[in-house]
DNA sequence: GCTAACTATGGTAGCGCTGTCATTTTGCAT
DNA sequence: ATGCAAAATGACAGCGCTACCATAGTTAGC
């Protein structure tokens, strides 16, 4: 005897075959009233229909992507987790993907490019739909790996360099030159400027440099920065500002790489009872729903982040083929004037 | 000619077959190369890893995964992208798996049973190594579907009900009756309550009902509640709490469904300068980062839901086979004394 | 020198589906 | 009846891998 060589006690799988005797059709009949493919007669689609749920079959989605060279997954690929921004990217996406069925597998990078490489490698032995992965900031065998590929490949967020297929987002390094004009316009001469972590975030450096080019352009020096060594979180701005101005007291508007962080500093400004805009004038990044509903709204960029998953996924979806030459979609931002600069 | 049956034109792929062919061995000897199983000679390990980077093979997952019948996948089903919570939920998850190579294939259910139903069907077709998802309001069909899986299952956040598997999480009920407890002890009479709903976010309503329970225990009713129709978010603690103190204006102390809330009702009092705690207290529940930065940090209960996420990851992966019995950890949870209350 | 016990490698048969093509059955105009 | 297209169904091979078993080469023990 030959049969059931392997694993002799694996569960007794429930299989097409079984599906098929029950309901006395073939497999491929089985296999075509569940996937609405093909004309059946209706009695047939019900008797199989009452086999496979009297059986309560579940199909094997790893065969049947296997015979079809088709898998229906699609890698998502984000720095991190912790920040609210890539949930939103990723809800985005999500909305997109979930009525065609697509099943997105998340990687998380935590900023770094060879666990980013690691994770693009195991994603694509899934033989994925597509790849949608944050930045630009990839390891050459990343790159190659993906242009090897023939999958479609969105990269998210920036589109200050050249696309590998599809970029989705917005140029941050204009958006930091737009923050220094709007602050600018509204009097401001005197900049400080509060970030965290740039080694991660390449793109809060991006609009970091937009910003100081811009002031430097129209004559103005950053008078003094405070950088937190860490990833950002209100706490953290808040801390770093009353850093910056025991330093500096005489700053008359801080630029902060984030909301997160430019939350902390208006919650400094609250305890210390500095009157903001009037004494000192706080800017954020992101436009998060939270900056929104302060007393006084933030004043900060809002960045489109549902859309740049949204639209990344919808366009990844259209065709399966990649477009001749690399696509770049600007998703823009707005400026939110708000209560605090 | 029967060769190249299907897709005639289909891309050239790389398998196991050229690689091996390139290298000189056989199939199975590349792919234990690869899987770093069972003795292989440097020698050849080395023609094997010569090969496979000249072709730039890229193994199929899905023949892998099919062949040996081990997916290397999880499913992870939660409510909502939108409130930082389950991504917090889902580092902690993802925090376990990446060492160990499985990854995290995440569905999104809306808070609606019906789509968590879908999800766990397609998410079993993938015959993963198990499942973590959020919460116990499952229909009769998904409890059905996940029993039957024979694969590990985890819910997480809540340990109210009984489990199908392992339940990771905390008593709601009883974290509502402690917030009563604390602030029957710190003086507070008049409650108030604000939430969202209750409908989506059962917990909220356990939190609830364990707060009303041991208030009306002590003889305290709450005087005046405002339920937010929609998802919780900090304009809507904002506005919600304008609204209750119109109606009510000598309640000395609201709770909130939740941090987002209740940092919403914080931002209120700042705006009206309403003193907080001693005209009015304010207690959410999460334990936010962003609510402990305030400048009077947010009193609330911190819930673990970074360890959550790990210790069901971790619970799951320990063995294959499922308890006898269903298991329940609490991961508890810490009453944050803060300043607003 | 000869068996025992490894170590290293290969042959082969599926895993559970689906694409292709062939075949049978039906509907309907003639 | 008769013919013919369209509708239903089925047979079969194979997607790309890995488990199982077999075999050849190598060392060690006595």
Known sequence: MRTGRRQPERKQKIT???VAKLAGVSEITVSRVLRNKGAIAEATRQKVMMAVAETGYVPNRLAGSLASADSNLCGVIIPS???IVFPEVLRGIHDVLDPTGIQPVVGVTHYDPHAEEKLVRSLLAWKPQAMLIVGFDHTDATRLM???SEVRVAELMDIDAEAIDVAVGMSHHKAGADTARHLIARGYRRFGY????WNSDRRA???HDGLRMTLAENGIDIVDEELFDGPSSTMAGRQSLARLLSRMPDIDVVVF???DMAIGGVYHCLAEGIVLKEQLAIFGFNGLEIGEALPQPLSTIRS???EIGRIAAEKILESPERSATPLSID???EIVSGGTA
């Open 205 to 207: 450096l991006s609009r």
């Open 16 to 18: 097409l075959a079984e």
């Open 304 to 306: 489109r982040r549902f």
């Open 331 to 333: 998703t823009g931002y």
């Open 81 to 83: 987790l912790s920040n």
């Open 146 to 148: 993906l242009k090897n």
């Open 257 to 259: 790489s984030n909301d």
């Open 194 to 197: 509060v970030g965290h972590d």
